[in-house]
């Protein structure tokens, strides 16, 4: 199955992070093999994880200078909504269990409250 350099690039993060189901594992790995410019950024994102996870600075001058300029920009804004969405869930997820635990404090309270 072909895919387009751009749902390639998207499908990167779940690949590198081995949470891809098989077939996209093998659909990514194909066109990684097919296409140099995705294989670059893909060499180009690991390093940066690698550099995250090391405290080492992300960015740089020279950062991919051989790929065109929308996919070095489509890849860092993605990364960035990447982030931001992921932050947004764990807020929401926060909220809900704190919502959650304040209607259980009230029922017992009010349960028992109602008992008397």
């Known amino acids: 199955m072909k895919i387009t ?3 390639a690039m998207d ?4 690949y590198t992070n081995c949470v891809a189901s098989d077939e996209t594992v093998n659909i990514v790995k194909e066109h990684l093999r097919e ?3 995705c294989r670059k950024y893909y060499s180009e994102y690991k390093k940066e994880l690698s550099d ?3 405290d080492k600075p992300v960015f740089k001058a020279e950062f991919s200078p051989n790929l ?4 070095l920009t489509g890849g860092i804004e993605r990364l960035a909504k990447r982030l931001r969405m992921r932050r947004i869930a764990r807020n929401i997820t926060n909220a809900a269990v704190f919502v959650s635990a304040v209607a259980l404090i009230l029922k017992e309270f009010l349960y028992k409250k ?3």
């Open 5 to 7: 350099c751009n749902l």
């Open 11 to 14: 499908l990167v993060d779940v």
């Open 35 to 37: 296409c140099p410019a």
């Open 52 to 54: 995250i996870k090391n």
């Open 68 to 71: 065109p300029e929308e996919l």
């Open 114 to 116: 109602n008992q008397n």
